[in-house]
């Protein structure tokens, strides 16, 4: 029986805390600006105290998860962990080149629904109803947020 120790996972808290307060640090040198009117300085600051909190998050469930691994019976019998599993890597680096191949061709609509798609051909078991209504999901919030919401200079369906 191996005795399993926290160490990697309180490193791994304090690393992820460490980068998002390094990120909110470093955005505190740029304007920050208002809620409506945010500067270039407003979302690394939030983005990196979102970290920092997963960081902390990461660090209190290891805490809790040490605390009570002593009360079940040991894992003498439990399997070794699987092999890294190349599969769902392959597929969804696969769909990003698609999207990204896609999105000036074809429009947001079409390269957000072969993302879903082809990142879906990782996992063998995929229910493909459920993966479609993630895509229609996927594209029209897209479309409602990045383009009519933020105005990116994407088109929703091929070129213009």
């Known amino acids: 029986m191996t005795l399993h120790t926290p160490t990697r996972d309180y490193s791994a808290a304090a690393v992820v805390t460490a ?5 909110a640090a470093l955005s505190s040198t740029y304007p920050l600006g208002s809620m409506l009117r945010p500067g270039p300085g407003f979302f690394p600051l939030v983005v990196g105290l979102l970290i920092a909190g997963l960081g902390i998050v990461i660090a209190v469930e290891t805490w809790f998860g040490t605390r009570y691994a002593d009360e079940g019976p040991p894992d003498e019998g439990t399997p070794a962990p699987a092999r890294f599993a ?5 597929a969804v680096f696969v769909g990003m080149i698609a999207f990204a191949l896609l999105v000036d061709r074809a429009g ?25 209504a993630v895509a229609a999901f996927m594209a029209l919030f897209g479309v ?17």
């Open 19 to 23: 980068f998002g307060v390094g990120l």
């Open 144 to 160: 409602l947020l990045f383009i009519w919401g933020l105005g990116l200079p994407v088109n929703a369906f091929g070129p213009r």
């Open 86 to 90: 190349i599969r769902p890597v392959l």
């Open 108 to 132: 947001y609509v079409a390269a957000s629904i072969a993302l879903v798609f082809i990142s879906a051909l990782g996992e063998p078991r995929s229910n493909w109803l459920t993966v479609a």
